[in-house]
Nanobody, 123 residues
Framework: QVQLVESGGGLVQAGASLRLSCAAS????????MAWFRQAPGKEREFVAA????????RFADSVKGRFTISRDNAKNTVYLRMNSLKPEDTAVYYC????????????????WGQGTQVTVSS
């Protein structure tokens, strides 16, 4: 069992940067592929980024490529999402998710979810 707690959200202006963190409790964090999803009001939850067990592989949604990076520190049981050049359309609740095995982009493939952290980007 893994519990995930996100932090680092907030209100920023367009063009600013934020770093989200997701701390995992429980053992064997390095056995889980980790991902970030987001959900804007009235919209479906969508994939943002994912990182493999070792951190050697990453995947991003087209909408954030070149602006966001994802990384993990298995010694600290933490995954990060660095968001640069933020846009108002990045406004959403950001969720951390984990699954055993490989990276997937589908919400249904992830077993563990955090409660989310709000990111608001003003124009």
């Amino acid at each position: 069992q893994v519990q995930l707690v996100e932090s680092g959200g907030g209100l920023v202006q367009a063009g600013a940067s934020l770093r989200l963190s997701c701390a995992a409790s429980g053992r064997s964090f390095s056995n889980y592929a980790m991902a970030w999803f987001r959900q804007a009001p009235g919209k479906e939850r969508e994939f943002v980024a994912a990182v493999s067990l070792s951190g050697s592989m990453t995947r991003f949604a087209d909408s954030v490529k070149g602006r966001f990076t994802i990384s993990r520190d298995n010694a600290k049981n933490t995954v990060y999402l660095r968001m640069n050049s933020l846009k108002p359309e990045d406004t959403a609740v950001y969720y951390c998710a984990g699954r055993t095995g490989s990276i997937f982009e589908s919400t249904g493939e992830y077993e563990y979810w955090g409660q989310g952290t709000q990111v608001t980007v003003s124009s």
